[in-house]
T-cell receptor, first 113, second 118 residues
Framework: GQQVMQIPQYQHVQEGEDFTTYCNSS?????IQWYKQRPGGHPVFLIQ?????EVKKQKRLTFQFGEAKKNSSLHITATQTTDVGTYFC?????????????FGRGTSLIVHP | KAGVTQTPRYLIKTRGQQVTLSCSPI?????VSWYQQTPGQGLQFLFE???????NKGNFPGRFSGRQFSNSRSEMNVSTLELGDSALYLC?????????????????FGPGTRLTVT
């Protein structure tokens, strides 16, 4: 079945440094979503990307969807302690056209003040 | 708009028992999905209900079942609990069609039910 791989698993940064997490799929994705889960919390929807090569920005966060729609990235500029959490990507699994969400294992971001 | 609510928030059960978890989606959302989250396996999809019908199902044994009511509220049941069922169970609701006609798969998660099986 479709797999969504995320790297790195963990990332330690000093406050103010940039951060990037990458998501790679074994198959072409029709769309991809990104979620953030704070420690002890639940996943919170950040954004959805649909078009090939799409780039979307939310303040210091930049999301990209690859041209082949098999990879995506989330880049945070000048990290802050409020950015701490695990970032997940999720894509639709293929099952006879049905939508079965497949989440990456996530990248845990630790920001040191 | 009120978010997704889940009850109970914490549960401790003994191996072999059964448990029922409840989820109330965001008003207007007709799709409810359930996930199991563990440190070892991450977020894994259990099943999705839409208009009281199970539409999609993940790779979990038949001990895991669910249902959805006419008001979109959903319940998940796990029978014959095993130690490995200890996890955070998350419910997520979704509005499948956006107002522009674009299909939207974004999901809104509840706070989860932390199940501990001893």
């Amino acid at each position: 079945g479709q797999q969504v791989m995320q790297i790195p698993q963990y990332q330690h940064v000093q406050e103010g440094e940039d951060f990037t997490t990458y998501c790679n799929s074994s198959t072409t994705l029709s769309n991809i979503q990104w979620y953030k889960q704070r420690p002890g919390g639940h996943p919170v929807f950040l954004i959805q990307l649909v078009k090939s090569g799409e780039v979307k920005k939310q303040k210091r966060l930049t999301f990209q969807f690859g041209e082949a729609k098999k990879n995506s990235s989330l880049h945070i500029t000048a990290t802050q302690t409020t950015d701490v959490g695990t970032y997940f990507c999720a894509g639709p699994g293929a099952s006879g056209g049905s939508y079965i969400p497949t989440f990456g294992r996530g990248t845990s971001l630790i920001v040191h003040p | 708009k009120a978010g997704v609510t889940q009850t109970p928030r914490y549960l401790i059960k003994t191996r072999g028992q059964q448990v029922t978890l409840s989820c109330s989606p965001i008003s207007g959302h007709r799709s409810v999905s359930w996930y199991q989250q563990t440190p070892g396996q991450g977020l894994q999809f259990l099943f999705e209900y839409f208009s009281e019908t199970q539409r999609n199902k993940g790779n979990f044994p038949g001990r895991f079942s669910g249902r959805q009511f006419s008001n979109s509220r959903s319940e998940m049941n796990v029978s014959t609990l095993e130690l490995g069922d200890s996890a955070l169970y998350l419910c997520a609701s979704s509005l499948l069609m956006g107002t522009s006609g674009t299909v939207s798969y974004e999901q809104y998660f509840g706070p989860g039910t932390r199940l501990t099986v001893t």
